[in-house]
């Protein structure tokens, strides 16, 4: 997101006060357009400010839904203040609906307060504009056209001066690159935070204090392959647009506790698990783990560059009969 999550966000980051999604409500609260984004039962608000955003499930989006197709699916245009404000959208993908209207590729509408997007299962809902949105957005339009010839007139005079040694048009900084900066750490461990949330993971994401990384999971319980495949989604996707390097810190479950039946660890190291298997260091074992040490009661178990320790009773040592060697001549034998 341009100035704030980009995903839906309620966690609390370690930065500001109040959750994200309490931030958000108050901007919306304080008259900021808004989008209401509703998924699977679960709603989030996002205000993402001014200017032209992208939404979809892709890493070059600017509002991530997780679930999505990983690429756009449109983008949404925010102008104006107060009375001023208004939002257009402009279908990228296909499926992209605004009420019971379906948009064409390249197809752009105007949004009244209160218009749905729907776009598979995800239903956004444009809140905060004025209820003359429509009026405003066609008197914008006309002041944006006004804007645009008095820039070609502005050129065309810069292009005369250029030949005196006035900066030419390429020199200057572009439009995209004033009007939509770079996300901040912050914003991202935010986005991070919700989409985690949604993702019903409920992770924390924080901003290590030199501001270099972003930790995420730091802490948590260990989750599941499932769950951790969920998480390597979100990263992939949001991941391109941070400015720092997203930290995973949290640990895989394996799940099998409880596994092992026995165990020997001489001559050689193995175990033997609950579905009567006899398995040594190096095994795949539960379709997905290897084994990569057998220890004293314990079994240290990877996958992929994640590994988890599962401890397990030690079997009773076997008992050993000393038996003493009797001296017939003492005996009397």
């Not at 001559?267 to 698990?273: H, L, N, Q, R, T």
Request: hydrophobic letters at 40%; glycine letters at 12%; charged letters at 25%.
């Amino acid at each position: 997101m341009r100035a704030g999550p980009a995903l839906p966000s309620i966690a609390a980051s370690s930065t500001g006060k109040g959750s994200p999604a309490e931030r958000a409500g108050a901007r919306a609260a304080a008259g900021e357009p808004s989008l209401r984004v509703t998924r699977g039962g679960r709603t989030s608000v996002l205000v993402p400010g001014k200017g032209t955003h992208l939404v979809g499930g892709g890493a070059e989006c600017d509002l991530v839904v997780v679930g999505l197709k990983a690429e756009p699916a449109f983008r949404l245009e925010l102008w104006g203040d107060g009375s001023q404000a208004g939002a257009a959208v402009e279908a990228i993908g296909t499926g992209i609906k605004v009420g019971t209207r379906d948009l064409r590729q390249g197809e752009r509408a105007i949004l009244a307060n209160g218009a749905v997007i729907h776009i598979a299962d995800v239903e956004c809902v444009i809140e905060g504009l004025p209820q003359n949105s429509t009026f405003v957005a066609r008197s914008s339009r006309r002041r944006i056209a006004a804007a645009g010839l008095l820039a070609i007139a502005a050129l065309l005079l810069v292009a005369s001066l250029s030949f005196e040694g006035a900066p030419a048009p390429s020199e200057w900084p572009s439009r995209r690159a004033s009007a939509e900066p770079r996300p901040t750490a912050a914003s991202i461990a935010a986005e991070l935070s919700e989409a985690t949330r949604l993702a019903g993971l409920n992770l924390l994401a924080e901003v290590t204090p030199d501001r270099k990384a972003i930790l995420v999971g730091e802490n948590a319980s260990p989750l599941d392959l499932a769950s951790q495949r969920r998480l390597a989604s979100i990263l992939s996707s949001i991941g391109g647009r941070s400015p720092v390097p997203l930290v995973d810190r949290t640990r895989l479950a394996s799940g099998l506790e409880g596994f092992v039946a026995a165990a020997g660890y001489s001559p050689v190291k193995f175990i033997v698990g609950r579905d009567g298997r006899r398995y040594r260091e190096g095994d795949a074992i539960s379709g997905e783990w290897r084994i990569e040490e057998i220890r004293p009661g314990q079994l240290v178990i990877a996958h992929g560059g994640k590994r988890d320790t599962v401890d397990f009773e030690q079997p009773e040592p076997r008992l050993k009969l000393n038996l003493a060697n009797v001296d017939s001549t003492e005996t009397g034998q």
